[in-house]
């Protein structure tokens, strides 16, 4: 006889019908709750699913249609900082959740992992929880070692006794979305390759002059119009205007800006993406774009575009060419180790391999 799977234990009378998932910020990890939260409406269709979000990845998933409710944590500083909490906690409703998801290892997110009126909190070991994050759950998934970040989030599921496969992620993009699509995509007369030039973490960050480089290579070697894809922080614009000073390349689309939404629709329309380890890289993998990743700081086994595309990683993590390094959270200086070469080289590989995108 199998073993009984363990949220029958858990939930006896029969599946959670309220289910609470904290992830608060990162777009990245945004991406990687959306198949999470698939998996629950597939395995549980009758489950009503809040998610603790903050408002930037909020923009993201805000239409999703596994997603009924969102409960938006505004962050505050200084003196104010737990005024934040306190806002968030009062939405939360008086009728506990079934099942919390306490997807996010940090202080913040075990704060209101905390105040979340459930019977089962659901966590990260000891192993991984961060800032004591362990002590805001109740139930915690066994630790197996590091793992890729969206196969982490899939332990929660399998803990729970539920398959998280097929993977689906289902961003959507609206009517709207698809006739500025059409028409952004419909004034180009080659295929597109967005570039995103920057993260907000800047030992994550490529050079300005590989970047100039690599839009020349773009424009002149595959016959592909650059677009630079991003958000509109000072980083992004400094590393932009700088890349679009030192190169050639003259038909270089520049659409930074405030409109998270329409990097969405942008990824989805390009043939190819190029892009450090940020959100719009698990964006592009989610769409199924092939994208070319950037690696140097972050460990690409742990965060690189998940079980595709990896072979279109540049991989300056590795301190020499085929270290074989473990799956680690550990950071390192490597993305002086990306080359112009090396990136020009994945793109011919990209377009070689994945012709229909």
């Given at each position: 006889?199998s073993?009984?799977?363990r949220w029958q234990t858990l939930f ?27 998996a ?8 009503r ?9 909020h ?21 104010d900082?737990?005024e934040?909490f306190?806002?968030?906690s009062r ?7 079934d099942?919390?998801l306490?997807?996010?290892?940090y202080f913040k997110a ?18 991984r ?8 759950t ?6 197996h ?22 993977a689906e992620?289902?961003?959507p993009?609206?009517?709207?979305e ?7 995509f419909g004034?180009l ?13 800047e ?10 480089r690599?839009?020349?290579a773009?424009?002149?070697?595959f ?5 630079l ?12 205007d700088?890349?679009l ?13 405030n409109d998270l939404?329409?990097v969405?629709?942008?990824?989805d ?13 698990h964006?592009?993998r989610?769409?199924e774009?092939p ?18 595309y990896?072979?279109?990683v ?6 020499f060419?085929?270290e074989?390094y473990?799956?680690?959270?550990e ?11 090396a990136v ?7 377009l070689?391999?994945y012709?229909?995108?």
């Open positions: 006889m073993e009984r799977p006896p009378e029969g599946p959670p019908r309220r289910i609470c998932i904290v992830m608060l910020s990162a777009i990245g990890d945004a991406v990687h709750v959306l198949p999470v939260a698939n629950l409406k597939r395995h549980w269709p009758e489950c699913i809040t998610w603790v979000i903050q408002p930037v990845p923009r993201l998933v805000a239409d999703h249609p596994a997603i009924d409710d969102f409960l938006l944590f505004h962050r505050r500083r200084g003196v900082a737990w934040g306190r806002d968030l939405q939360y409703p008086q009728q506990p959740y099942l919390v306490g997807l996010q290892v075990g704060v209101l992992t905390g105040l979340a009126p459930a019977r089962v909190k659901l966590g990260f070991d000891r192993h929880a961060r800032d004591m994050n362990w002590l805001f109740n139930e915690r998934v066994t630790y070692g590091q793992r890729h970040v969206q196969d982490q989030y899939f332990e929660f599921l399998e803990h729970l006794g539920l398959d998280p496969h097929p992620w289902g961003i993009i609206s009517d709207e698809r006739r500025s699509q059409a028409a952004f004034n007369d080659r295929p597109a390759c967005a570039v995103v030039v920057g993260t907000s973490k030992r994550k960050n490529w050079t300005p002059e590989g970047y100039a690599v839009l020349e773009l424009e002149d070697e016959g592909m119009q650059p677009v894809v991003g958000g509109p922080s000072a980083v992004e614009r400094r590393i932009a700088e890349a000073s030192l190169t050639r390349a003259r038909s270089v689309i520049d659409t930074l800006g939404r329409k969405v629709w942008l990824l329309g390009s043939a190819l993406a190029i892009s450090p380890d940020t959100g719009p890289l964006i592009a989610a769409l774009t994208v070319v990743g950037l690696y140097g700081y972050t460990n690409p086994k742990r965060t690189g575009p998940w079980r595709r990896q072979d279109l540049v991989d300056g993590y590795a301190a060419e085929g074989a473990p799956v680690s959270p950071y390192r200086d490597g993305m002086t180790r990306v080359t112009v070469d020009v080289e994945k793109i011919g590989l990209a070689e391999r012709p229909n995108g």
